[in-house]
């Protein structure tokens, strides 16, 4: 069994972006071998990083509803991150810097720190110089520092699997 890395956050943070950058990517030599017949609920991505194997397990979509913070959990979709999370080694948790320190994002800060397991936080779509420093925002829910990265340019997900396999 390969150590597993749960990727959680709101809908729409770039979970699932920031995912393929990690285990498509030959620039960060990761690559991916997808896991076939899993749950529908859950994807497993096969990644490699420094000589290190693991797998991603993407909640995403999952952990939460159509994306609007003024819906309620709903029980059964935390369930299913909460299992991802329960056999998890290690969580990267994906916020998006456009927005900021969201109400949801608390929330799940507060649920990861209840697990106890180690947490990344992956502060998303920092495309930029000034979006790099508006990452510093995210110190404030309490899990550490914030890895600015952009799932998108590739930007700063070396720092960020770097810090991860320390922890697997
Ligand atoms: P998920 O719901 O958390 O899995 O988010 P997705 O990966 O589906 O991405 C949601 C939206 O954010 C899409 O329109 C992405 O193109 C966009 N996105 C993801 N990563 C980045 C990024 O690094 N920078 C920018 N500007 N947009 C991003
Ligand atoms: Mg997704």
Not at 5 to 12: D, E, F, K, Q
Not at 51 to 72: A, K
Not at 81 to 97: G, R
Request: aromatic letters at 8%; hydrophobic letters at 45%.
């Amino acid at each position: 069994n390969l150590p597993l890395v749960a990727i959680v956050g709101r809908p729409n943070v770039g979970k699932s972006t920031l995912l393929n950058r990690l285990t498509r990517d030959f620039r960060f030599g990761a690559i991916a071998v997808d896991v076939p017949g899993i749950t529908r609920d859950r994807t497993y991505h096969r990644a490699f990083w420094n000589g290190i194997d693991f797998e991603l397990v993407d909640t995403g979509g999952l952990v939460f509803d159509e994306g609007r913070e003024q819906v309620p959990f709903l029980k059964e979709i935390r369930e299913q991150a909460l299992i991802a999370l329960n056999e998890a080694t290690a969580a990267i948790f994906v916020v998006d810097s456009t927005v900021g320190v969201a109400d949801l994002d608390r929330q799940i800060a507060k649920m990861i720190r209840r697990l106890g397991l180690p947490v990344l936080l992956a502060v998303n779509k920092c495309d930029d110089e000034q979006r790099y420093l508006d990452a510093n925002e995210f110190w404030k829910l309490g899990l550490g520092e914030p890895f600015p990265v952009s799932g998108i340019h590739g930007i700063g997900t070396g720092d960020l699997l770097d810090k991860l396999v320390e922890y697997i």
